[in-house]
């Protein structure tokens, strides 16, 4: 069974800069969630996707977007990036069903310069 | 705002004692109850789910739940060197999206 999995794993940019992160899905989950978690916090919820649609978005502003492929994989995109977006962002795979838990990938670590 | 709430900590154990992580968290609707452990620099680890009141456990962790208080633990017994991490506590709704309290870091001593 593969597991999550998320390129790259670290990314330099600089202020106002555009950023691309992807996630490939744990083999068999439908749905696919992006947190950011900053240094010393817990992840905060930036959005879900299930079959290619957004299905839930946390507190972000809508220059942090996403897609999902009929693969199941996700992007997640962040244009003009700010200083604050530096975090480790995180992607987490589950099954659309009640109760299930989500799995996460090894993550992103984002800095911005 | 749905919250979760973690003693911050650090928490600090001898090896082979029982440490015990507390949550709360303020959405009553809240469904699934998840605890996550985080290595530094690394992602979190799923170890133990919570669905319904009581206890639940798994080789050397219990979970237990009460939903009437809004409470989430999580003991560790006969701790290791290994179990010194940061343990997330995690709570979904109907809507499946976590909900993460800021994570209370465990040292186990040797």
């Known amino acids: 069974e593969t597991g999550v999995t998320q390129s790259p794993t670290h990314l330099i940019k600089t202020r106002g800069q555009q950023v691309t992160l992807r996630c490939s899905s744990q083999s068999g989950h439908n749905t696919v969630s992006w947190y950011q978690q900053a240094l010393g916090q817990g992840p905060q919820f930036i959005f879900q996707y299930y079959r290619e649609e957004e299905n839930g978005r946390g507190n972000f502003p809508p220059r942090f977007s996403g897609l999902q492929f009929p693969n199941y994989s996700s992007e997640l995109n962040v244009n003009a990036l700010e200083l604050d977006d530096s975090a480790l962002y995180l992607c987490?795979?589950?099954?659309?069903?009640?109760?299930?838990?989500?799995?996460f990938g090894d993550g992103t670590r984002l800095s911005i310069l | 705002q749905k919250e979760v709430e973690q003693n911050s900590g650090p928490l600090s154990v001898p090896e082979g004692a029982i440490a015990s992580l507390n949550c709360t968290y303020s959405?009553?609707?809240?469904?699934?109850f998840f605890w996550y452990r985080q290595y530094s620099g690394k992602s979190p680890e799923l170890i133990m789910s919570i669905y319904s009141n009581g206890d639940k456990e798994d080789g050397r962790f219990t979970a237990q739940l009460n939903k009437a208080s809004q409470y989430v633990s999580l003991l560790i017994r006969d701790s290791q060197p290994s179990d010194s991490a940061t343990y997330l506590c995690?709570?979904?709704?109907?809507?499946?999206?976590?909900?993460f309290g800021s994570g209370t870091q465990l040292t186990v001593l040797p």
């Open positions: 987490a795979s589950s099954l659309d069903r009640a109760n299930q838990p989500q799995h």
């Open positions: 995690a709570v979904s709704g109907s809507a499946r999206q976590l909900t």
């Open positions: 959405d009553r609707g809240s469904q699934s």
